[in-house]
């Protein structure tokens, strides 16, 4: 079982900077891949990146340049540092962790970024 908390929501201007953080029960990284999700109102939820286990990421192509994941295993945290950000970023951002070898998917309940413009 994991859990995931996700921080760091808030309202901020456009061009303004977030940075979310998502916090793990417990040690999983080795284990399970990490990804941070968005979904605004009425919409699908979207990946926004994801780190691997061996630390590769991967980005949604609009997002390139703007958002970086990264990780810090002693703190089992991942974060998600937000630059540049626009109106369209507004949504609930969502923390998860899919295992590689069971494929059980687990989720955090969710921060708030609003963006103003």
């Known amino acids: 079982q994991v859990q995931l908390v996700e921080s760091g929501g808030g309202l901020v201007q456009a061009g303004g900077s977030l940075r979310l953080s998502c916090a793990a029960s417990r040690s999983i990284f080795s284990l399970n891949a990490m990804g941070w999700y968005r979904q605004a109102p009425g919409k699908q939820r979207d990946l926004v990146a994801v780190?691997?286990?061996?630390?590769?990421?991967n980005y949604a192509a609009s997002l390139k340049g703007r958002f970086t994941i990264s990780r810090d295993n002693a703190k089992n945290t991942v974060y998600l540092q937000m630059n540049s950000l626009k109106p369209e970023d507004t949504a609930v951002y969502y923390c998860n962790a899919a295992n590689y070898y069971t494929h059980v998917n687990y989720w955090g309940q969710g921060t708030q970024v609003t963006v103003s413009s």
């Open positions: 780190i691997m286990a061996g630390g590769s990421t």
